[in-house]
């Protein structure tokens, strides 16, 4: 099975709606991450999480919110999307500061129409 | 400000040639630098890092980059490719308890 789970693998979904992003880990880490890929654009931060208790913004949280339901699951919520949010969805997690790699799921593909 | 520029978006090879993938990061302090790999349809994964020491560092799949602390770089080598590193490659350096990465360079392995 693998170490970090993401729900749903693709979603359309059309400008307006609330979708939430979910997910889960096997790893015991209490580091976790929001990103969003774009074509050309590399991945940016949109949420992290130090442990259950903390959350932090990253660079693109507008639009965004989360929720750690517990170590081991963060979700991601698109309070009313829009098609710019049309993007490749990457939850990751690290089992400390920087030093320590990051393991990726496999990604959300989401569409707004 | 700590950030990374990947020269080239896309990078052509011919199978079994060598191939360097660049990166460039700006820092004003120590740093730490990666490199990430992304298969089709795959989440990233590490190939190899530098923290400190041995400026050349080798990672998974024949990998190996080189910190270079004067000309800010740490670009990524390989001897002889494969089509199986048909991939992605993100550059990222460490910012405080972040990583920051760049846009990607993307590997095409020409038969």
């Known amino acids: 099975d693998a170490d970090v789970t993401q729900t749903p693998r693709n979603r359309i979904t059309k400008t307006g709606k609330r979708i939430m992003l979910e997910c889960s880990q096997t790893k015991g880490h209490d580091r976790m991450y929001w990103y969003r890929q774009d074509p050309g654009l590399g991945l940016r931060l949109i949420y992290y999480?130090?442990?259950?208790?903390?959350?932090n913004k990253g660079e693109i949280s507008d639009g965004y919110s989360v929720s750690r339901q517990a170590q081991a699951k963060f979700s991601l919520s698109l309070e009313s999307a829009i098609p710019n949010q049309t993007a490749l969805y990457f939850c990751?997690?690290?089992?400390?500061?920087?030093?320590?790699?990051?393991?990726f799921g496999p990604g959300t593909r989401l569409t707004v129409t | 400000a700590q950030s990374v520029t990947q020269l080239d978006s896309q990078v052509p090879v011919f199978e079994e040639a060598p191939v360097e993938l660049r990166c460039n990061y700006s820092?004003?302090?120590?740093?730490?630098l990666f490199w990430y790999v992304q298969y089709p349809n795959q989440g990233l994964q590490l190939l190899l890092k530098y923290l400190s020491g041995s400026t050349l560092v080798k990672g998974i799949n024949g990998f190996e980059a080189e910190f270079n602390k004067s000309q800010t770089s740490f670009h990524l080598r390989k001897p002889s490719v494969h089509i199986s590193d048909t991939a992605e490659y993100f550059c990222a350096v460490s910012k405080g308890d972040k990583i920051i990465f760049g846009k990607g360079t993307r590997l095409h392995i020409l038969p």
């Open positions: 999480s130090f442990d259950v208790k903390d959350i």
């Open positions: 990751a997690t690290s089992g400390g500061g920087p030093v320590y790699e990051q393991y």
């Open positions: 820092s004003s302090v120590s740093v730490y």
